[in-house]
DNA sequence: TCGTTTCGATTACATCCGTAGTCGTACACC
DNA sequence: GGTGTACGACTACGGATGTAATCGAAACGA
């Protein structure tokens, strides 16, 4: 039973229950009308294969579904972040930071709340 | 021309390719034969794939092809990275660096690393 | 020269993913 | 109480992906 993967457009959903939950099906198409141009349908059919994959349940509220997360967004995110550690960084964080360094992805503020969790860190 | 995607497997033919080029079809399944198991014929649909996708181009050698890297890995790597970071962090990168800090996912070794890289970076 | 091997090109095929449409049914309203 | 409507379930369908098999031609070996 590996963990079964989530789909970007599934993610979106996910992003959605994460914030607020339970929901009803049209209230996260809702919720997403902004940013993906989904018919209801649509959502419906990414909340009913996150349910088969686990990542989501339901609870029945008269003939409609309030569907809540499963999946902790902190574990998908873990997951996630892992996986893109493995593949392109062999597991190690440092260099996906320097990359991200040279990119000049750091505003000064980041810098410095980097600085500071690194002291957490060593103290 | 939205830069095409490049999938799990594709990449890590592009990794083959990006340590050691140009290679044959034969050569990238060698070096590949240790971490998946796949066909000759599977590497040689990759290689066409990723041609198509612009990733990789190759040379004539005779009968045969000598593959080798159009993309930079620096690019593939910084685009999978601010991909990640867009998705799961909002695009700030200290969220990510914050959460990989909880996972406990930094050596002692990391830390000093990092701190030598803010360091330079603030100057 | 003629069969065998080896290439790349083409085709295959199951599954996943994005993006819906349709179906049967339980309510709500008239 | 009939009927439209809203819901979840099921079906659809093209493109991407993982994983090859097959084909036609070229090169090599005997």
């Known amino acids: 039973m590996a963990p079964e993967r989530i789909s970007d457009a599934e993610h ?7 914030q607020r ?16 141009d989904w018919s209801l349908q649509t ?5 009913s294969r996150l349910t088969n994959k686990g ?5 029945q509220d008269g003939r409609r579904y309030l569907y809540s997360p499963i999946l902790a967004r902190e574990d998908y995110v873990g997951d996630e972040s892992r996986r893109l550690v493995d593949r392109l960084f ?3 964080a440092a260099p996906l930071i320097a990359h ?13 709340e980097i600085e500071r969790l690194i002291g957490e860190l060593k103290s």
Chains 1, 2 share one sequence.
């Open 21 to 36: 939950s339970p929901l009803t099906a049209a209230d996260v198409a809702d919720a997403l009308a902004d940013a993906r």
């Open 12 to 18: 979106a959903v996910m992003e959605v229950l994460w």
């Open 100 to 112: 991200l360094a040279e990119q000049k992805t750091f505003t000064a503020e980041d810098l410095a």
């Open 90 to 92: 062999g597991g190690r």
């Open 55 to 59: 990542a989501v349940s339901y609870d």
């Open 43 to 47: 959502v419906k059919t990414l909340l």
